[in-house]
């Protein structure tokens, strides 16, 4: 639900009861992943999607009877051979739909709507398997470990769900963890979902070029939280780049070296110039960071290699720079370049191939280990 925060905020503060619909596990070629959320107020108002249009109406009448009637229920939507046109994804998928009602003063599902939409890091733990009596109770995990909301089972069992959902909030991670009624770490008797929301990764783009300025719009319709640097204040100027979070005027290298990255963090080394790019890069890979890209020709390329190798970089470090940075798509004009860099960063990050999906046989869903794997068991939902 985490998912859908921002409009769930407003229906909080406007006192509308809901249920919400949330993905909570997936196999095949489902269209969208876990954490995927549609609700439905009392007024039967829709937002959100859990699957693209396959078995929305389904969800909506389960909804409105879960709203209706109180009590969370779990279903499973696949496909059927025998019965293409029945509900189902016929894409072949399955997807497993958690249905929680929510009351406006549920104060657990309402602080952690809250802070999602604030953009402040949280988990939802909600129990999406085990005892019907506890399905879709739900703890909020912050951070520090801190926590609020109960299972309503033993308080061992509290504090591992918060330890667990912890665990997953700190590398930013929504999914499934398995653990047992009595709390202890064994798995089989309690399948918890851990919805995790954290701020967005960030992008940070040196040299307020044009083909910054695309990049930086691109960046943002992705979801990053955009940086634009550059040593030149002429060039680095609101006016430019109107879209960016946050102008720094500073030198690259020393800029990167002071700001904060993970390994969610893609730089885009766009300066085109040695004596930015050469001690820029001398830094950047070797910053346990996402993608690492530089703009340029093939010579260019041959001779910022030779540089990097130069100042002691080694061939793995090496290895890990795309560049000339984007894919293949004949780009030419700055928007076409910017769309050609962000597909590769998206490529980088799925795990998928760049290749065209026409006759090529590669996966359309990739899983978080870059495969399309998982649980393909699935039936026909009627």
Do not use: Q
């Amino acid at each position: 639900m985490l998912d859908i925060a921002e409009e769930l905020s407003r229906w909080f503060e406007e006192g509308r009861d809901f249920a919400v619909a949330t993905v909570v596990a997936v196999g095949g070629s489902a269209p969208r992943g876990p954490g995927a959320a549609l609700a439905v107020d009392g007024d039967g108002t829709v937002i959100g999607s859990v699957s693209g249009g396959c078995v929305e109406g389904a969800v909506y009448d389960l909804c409105v009877r879960a709203l209706r009637d109180g009590r969370p229920v779990r279903e499973r939507f696949g496909y059927d051979d025998e019965e293409a046109f029945a509900v189902g994804l016929t894409c072949g998928g399955v997807i497993d739909i958690l249905v929680t009602p929510v009351r406006t003063d549920a104060p657990v599902f309402r602080a952690g709507v809250s802070a999602a939409a604030r953009g402040e890091a949280a988990a939802l733990a909600r129990v999406a398997r085990g005892p019907v009596e506890l399905l879709g109770r739900a703890l909020l995990v912050r951070p520090d470990g801190s926590y609020e909301g109960s299972l309503d089972g033993p308080a061992e069992l509290d504090r591992t769900a918060a330890a667990e959902a912890r665990a997953m909030l700190d590398i930013g991670r929504t999914g499934t963890v398995e653990i047992a009624e009595d709390g202890s770490h064994c798995p089989g008797g309690m399948t918890l979902f851990v919805e995790s929301r954290v701020p967005p990764p960030r992008m940070i783009v040196f040299g307020a070029v044009d083909f910054a300025t695309a990049l930086v719009r691109a960046g943002k319709f992705l979801g990053y939280h955009v940086t634009v640097c550059d040593a030149r204040p002429v060039f680095a100027t609101r006016l430019r780049f109107p879209d960016a979070d946050d102008l720094v005027v500073d030198w690259p290298h020393r800029y990167l070296r002071r700001t904060a990255t993970d390994a969610r963090t893609v730089l885009c080394v766009l300066t085109h110039d040695a004596k930015f790019d050469v001690p820029l890069l001398e830094a950047a890979l070797r910053l346990p960071v996402a993608f690492v890209g530089a703009m340029g020709s093939r010579r260019t390329h041959e001779d910022r290699d030779r540089r990097l190798r130069e100042v002691g970089l080694t061939n793995e470090e090496l290895a890990r720079l795309r560049s000339p940075i984007g894919l293949d798509l004949g780009a030419r004009t700055p928007e076409e370049t910017a769309l050609s860099i962000a597909a590769e960063i998206v490529a980088a990050r799925r795990g998928g191939t760049g290749v065209p999906l026409t006759g090529s046989g590669t996966p359309i869903h990739h899983d978080a280990d870059g495969g399309e794997g998982g649980d393909t068991r699935s039936r026909a939902a009627a």
